[in-house]
């Protein structure tokens, strides 16, 4: 592939992965999860801010810090791979006439 339009579908790649963050959860399947999952989350660090000391405190911030950072390069490599996915390996589906497909938050839409 010619490293001009590289650059370009990279580029594109990392807008609209970018765009995608940056919108709300509003439409999420399953938001009551992950609203029950983060409210138990903010619980458990308050109870360890409350009991560690000020060393420890440092430590916790600093491993949620690198588990965020983590969690960003593979969320970043899988919607990468998807794009490719849905560029490549699902290029046939256009060939099809009435397709069920997924709109990106889990709930099946169909088109015709």
């Known amino acids: 592939m ?3 339009l590289k650059t ?3 580029g594109a790649i990392r807008n609209e992965f970018n765009y995608t ?3 709300n ?5 399953d938001i009551n ?3 029950q999952l983060s409210e138990r989350c903010n619980e458990i660090q308050h109870i ?3 009991h560690l000391s000020k060393e420890f405190k440092g430590l916790l911030e600093e491993f949620d810090c690198k588990s965020t950072d983590l969690l960003c390069l593979e969320i970043r490599y899988y919607f990468r791979k998807g794009v490719i996915a849905g560029l490549t390996n699902l290029n046939f589906l256009k060939e099809v006439k009435d397709i069920y497909y997924i709109d990106g938050i ?3 839409e ?3």
């Open 25 to 29: 959860l509003e439409g999420m399947k």
């Open 33 to 35: 999860k992950y609203d």
């Open 48 to 50: 360890l801010n409350e």
């Open 110 to 112: 169909y088109e015709k």
């Open 8 to 10: 370009v579908i990279d």
């Open 106 to 108: 889990g709930e099946c």
């Open 21 to 23: 963050q940056e919108g």
């Open 2 to 4: 010619n490293k001009t």
